[in-house]
């Protein structure tokens, strides 16, 4: 369910390269270009385009037989600078406005914990349309206020998209485009996702929807091609 609301986070992208982190969201990147986003680019993770998408957990040797491209570091920061990519990644932190933070939990000079930093965050969320995975949606997460501010608010991204977590599917069209939740996953309720979240959560005037399920043909591909050892089910409690 959950790689599968990662998956339509590309649709419509065309010949965009697609850049995932999290095994769901590479997954849903992955599975997105095997179905209805053929001319979606995808890695191996490094520094190769790949003719198909690589199942999980596989030797990155494997790519030398389905490589059909090289993408060395400098191409990659053109396709960066030119928003020719679509990022999903993580976030320790993110507010109802959009902005994330990877960098430390709490006080400047004396943090609670020191994370990642910036990283890539501010030149993704500028330069390039950005979505958020977040394996568990919890207060912790979804905060008033980051303790860093990493990765810009939807009115100054480039195109803030959307947020799939544990518990649902979010986007951006809320008031003065704040996060709004659009679909809650099978045996979710909305109350629920708002017990987890730690600022008032606007939903659609015509309600929230229910997250699709996954076709069989997605299924198969998911089990039994891009992920057969489960990985999945290691980042995401059920």
Do not use: K
């Not at 943090?111 to 500028?126: C, E, K, M, S, Y």
């Not at 309720?189 to 005037?205: H, I, K, Y």
């Amino acid at each position: 369910m959950c790689a599968v609301a990662c998956a339509d986070a590309w649709r419509g992208d065309g010949e965009t390269l697609a850049a995932a982190m999290g095994t769901c969201a590479i997954l849903g990147s992955r599975l997105a270009r095997l179905t209805f986003a053929p001319g979606l680019l995808t890695t191996d993770g490094g520094a190769l385009l790949t003719r198909g998408p690589l199942p999980l957990n596989r030797p990155a040797a494997t790519a030398s037989h389905t490589a059909e491209g090289w993408l060395p570091f400098r191409d990659h920061l053109w396709l960066v600078l030119h928003g020719r990519r679509h990022v999903m990644m993580g976030a320790a932190q993110l507010d109802r406005h959009g902005r994330s933070n990877i960098s430390r939990i709490g006080d400047r000079d004396r943090p609670a914990a020191q994370l990642l930093g910036a990283r890539g965050a501010p030149g993704n969320t500028i330069r390039n349309t950005t979505s958020y995975w977040i394996p568990r949606h919890t207060r912790r997460v979804f905060v008033e206020r980051v303790d860093m501010v990493t990765g810009a608010a939807a009115t100054d991204a480039h195109d803030l998209r959307r947020v799939v977590t544990d518990l649902g599917v979010l986007d951006f069209q809320g008031p003065g485009h704040t996060l709004r939740l659009v679909s809650v996953h099978p045996g979710v309720t909305v109350e629920e996702v708002r017990d987890n979240t730690g600022f008032d959560l606007p939903t659609p005037a015509d309600g929230v929807g229910r997250t699709r399920d996954p076709t069989d043909h997605e299924l198969h591909l998911l089990r039994g091609v891009l992920d057969p050892d489960g990985l999945r089910e290691r980042e995401v409690r059920g």
